[in-house]
């Protein structure tokens, strides 16, 4: 069984500061890796994916990822946060024997600080 | 293309009563998905379907049904509805083609059972 571990629930950074969500996984195969936002009442929205290419991984709204095989990890970075950046954040991998259904971290809400 | 659309966008049972959550998708997409959202446990699958005619079980499916007639259309039933079932419903999809593997979210219906 595949299983997500998303560190802090909640993240609190200044306007400007670096972003770094933390994301870990298990996975009995070679897993892909993906990272959603969703924005208050709303659906989730891909920021970006790893499908075993490039292991350095970059999205939308200037937010990247990085595969590390060797630490099972998959967190998320961002260089400067934005105000508009406030939201909760969710990592999931995919099962590839089970319709790649998706299984997700608890999500990590981030909040931004003027 | 209006992607994934979910109806209705809330509401409100009382325990015992049914209805059924519409989600539709114009995206051509073979499989979709039915998550439950509850609060700091991101989202856990309730069925899925890879296909017209072609359903399966997720990780919660007690106390809910599904059918698929068409590529278009993933109804959720919910029978005699519980507190327990009180949380967001969000439908999903994707395509089923080689390197495609992100999906591909409603909006979310927010039930309530009283």
């Known amino acids: 069984a595949q299983s997500v571990t998303q560190l802090g629930s909640h993240v609190s950074v200044s306007e400007g500061a670096l972003v770094l969500l933390r994301c870990n996984y298990s996975?009995?195969?070679?897993?892909?890796l993906f990272w959603y936002v969703q924005y208050p009442n709303q659906g989730l929205q891909l920021l970006l994916k790893y499908t075993s290419a490039a292991t350095l991984v970059k999205g939308i709204n200037g937010f990247e990822a990085e595969f590390k095989k060797s630490e099972t990890s998959f967190h998320l970075t961002k260089p400067s946060a934005h105000m508009s950046d406030a939201a909760e954040y969710f990592c999931a991998v995919s099962d590839r024997n089970a319709g790649n259904m998706l299984t997700f971290g608890g999500g990590t809400r981030l909040m931004v600080k003027p | 293309n209006a992607g994934v659309t979910q109806t209705p966008k809330f509401r409100i049972l009382k325990i015992g009563q049914s209805m059924t959550l519409q989600c539709t998708q114009d995206m051509n997409h073979n499989y979709m998905y039915w998550y439950r959202q509850d609060p700091g446990m991101g989202l856990k699958l309730i069925y899925y379907s890879v296909g017209a005619g072609i359903t399966d079980k997720g990780e919660v499916p007690n106390g809910y049904n599904v059918s698929r007639s068409t590529t278009e259309d993933f109804p959720l039933r919910l029978e005699l509805a519980a507190p327990s079932q009180t949380s967001v419903y969000f439908c999903a999809s994707r395509w089923s083609g080689q390197n495609s593997y992100e999906q591909y979210f409603g909006p979310g219906t927010r039930l309530t059972v009283t």
């Open positions: 996975s009995s195969v070679p897993p892909y």
